[in-house]
């Protein structure tokens, strides 16, 4: 691999507390091809978004650029969550043809930093566009959410700080399909 980069981040929700990423059951993303390895990255904003965006959203997530998240439903409570990215050395991760990198042993952490979810959304580090209410998408429909997603007008953005609204009467006002 030439131009090879040094440092790769695995961006997770779970903290891992013995030192090593362990390669799980996946698919590679462009052939969609099953395989057993750790992915990482070396855009550290991009392993922050995957490794917030479970904690952040209920239901279909998508993560469209480095720092823009569609969401289907906002999970209940975001505040105090964290995330962690983790840093890894390159050495014995492969380059896919679409820039994804993966590695089929498991591998060693050489830093972990723990990411504060909702600092990240406030201070507009993370974009997160929840579906407008009224407008669903059944779980078992992917290409509906694919046809969602690529309508930005069915979306609007999370502004925690300027709704100041807790996070469970949000969902519930979503729930009765009250507009706020």
């Known amino acids: 691999m030439e131009n090879k980069v040094k440092t790769l981040y695995h961006g997770s929700q779970h903290k891992i507390t ?3 990423i362990h390669a799980r059951d996946a698919y590679l993303p462009t052939t969609n091809t099953p395989i057993t390895a750790v992915f990482a990255t070396p855009d550290f904003a ?11 959203a209920d239901g279909w997530k998508s993560p469209r650029t480095s720092d823009i998240l ?4 906002l999970s209940q409570d975001i ?15 492969e380059c896919d ?4 990198y993966y590695s089929l042993t498991d591998k060693p952490i050489k830093r972990v930093i723990e990411i504060d979810v909702m600092q990240e959304i406030t201070s507009g580090n993370i974009k ?25 007008d069915n979306f609007e953005l999370y502004k925690p700080v300027s709704k100041n609204l807790d996070m469970s009467l949000l969902s519930q006002m979503k729930d009765l399909g009250i507009n706020k």
């Open 79 to 93: 505040s105090g969550k964290k995330a962690y990215i983790y840093e890894l050395d390159s050495d014995g991760f």
């Open 70 to 73: 569609y969401v289907q439903k």
């Open 128 to 152: 997160v566009y929840v579906l407008k209410p009224g407008i669903d998408c059944p779980q078992d429909r992917s290409d509906i959410w694919t046809e969602l997603v690529n309508n930005k």
């Open 97 to 100: 043809i679409d820039g994804t």
């Open 18 to 20: 013995n030192g090593v």
């Open 46 to 56: 991009r392993a922050r978004n995957y490794a917030c965006m479970r904690l952040i």
